[in-house]
T-cell receptor, first 113, second 114 residues
Framework: EAGVVQSPRYKIIEKKQPVAFWCNPI?????LYWYLQNLGQGPELLIRYENEEAVDDSQLPKDRFSAERLKGVDSTLKIQPAELGDSAVYLC???????????FGPGTRLTVL | KQEVTQIPAALSVPEGENLVLNCSFT??????LQWFRQDPGKGLTSLLLIQSSQREQTSGRLNASLDKSSGRSTLYIAASQPGDSATYLCAVEGGQGGSEKLVFGKGMKLTVNP
């Protein structure tokens, strides 16, 4: 069974530029999560999807961050414009449903210069 | 607001030692607690999940216990091996208000020396 796929693995951009991350969850997993992990910290939830519906986006900075999960499968997370403080690892995870174990992708390491 | 603490932040031990990793949380009204492993440059792998009604879970050389009333969990690693070197994170779901998201600790970086 293929795991959670994320791309790109690494991204370096200059501040004020836009950036997008892509996630393909495990087949059949209805719940999808985006997390932010700063260096030396645990992941923090940005948004959770149940199928194509965002059911918890309270931690997503909506002035610059947006996310979508069209057709309830793949998802993209976008930042526009990026700031220096956005440098971090962005993790995607999926699970069969909200109560099931979450499986994490390898993450996208973003560096904003 | 739920807070999860893991102390120490790092641990270095010789191969073969039995280890105890500690995790504490401030709000005992949790649904479950999980232990994850994270290798450098990789995502997290779930090791053990303990439901709030359970006291412990075991998988191979790993044993995790949960004491909800005191807000503590321990992860026991028997006969540690160099391959156990990684960062171990504790996470809880739930708390006052019925939060449905995982709250993570900062993790503990374990190094097992051959």
């Amino acid at each position: 069974e293929a795991g959670v796929v994320q791309s790109p693995r690494y991204k370096i951009i200059e501040k004020k530029q836009p950036v997008a991350f892509w996630c393909n969850p495990i087949s059949g997993h209805n719940t999808l999560y985006w997390y932010l992990q700063n260096l030396g910290q645990g992941p923090e939830l940005l948004i959770r999807y149940e199928n194509e519906e965002a059911v918890d986006d309270s931690q997503l900075p909506k002035d610059r961050f947006s996310a979508e999960r069209l057709k309830g499968v793949d998802s993209t997370l976008k930042i526009q414009p990026a700031e220096l403080g956005d440098s971090a690892v962005y993790l995607c995870a999926s699970s069969r449903d909200r109560t099931d174990t979450q499986y994490f992708g390898p993450g996208t390491r973003l560096t904003v210069l | 607001k739920q807070e999860v603490t893991q102390i120490p932040a790092a641990l270095s031990v010789p191969e073969g030692e039995n280890l105890v990793l500690n995790c504490s949380f401030t709000d005992s009204a949790i649904y479950n607690l999980q232990w994850f492993r994270q290798d450098p440059g990789k995502g997290l792998t779930s090791l053990l999940l303990i439901q709030s009604s359970q006291r412990e879970q075991t998988s191979g050389r790993l044993n995790a216990s949960l004491d909800k009333s005191s807000g503590r969990s321990t992860l026991y690693i028997a006969a540690s091996q160099p391959g156990d070197s990684a960062t171990y994170l504790c996470a809880v779901e739930g708390g006052q208000g019925g939060s449905e998201k995982l709250v993570f600790g900062k993790g503990m970086k374990l190094t097992v020396n051959p």
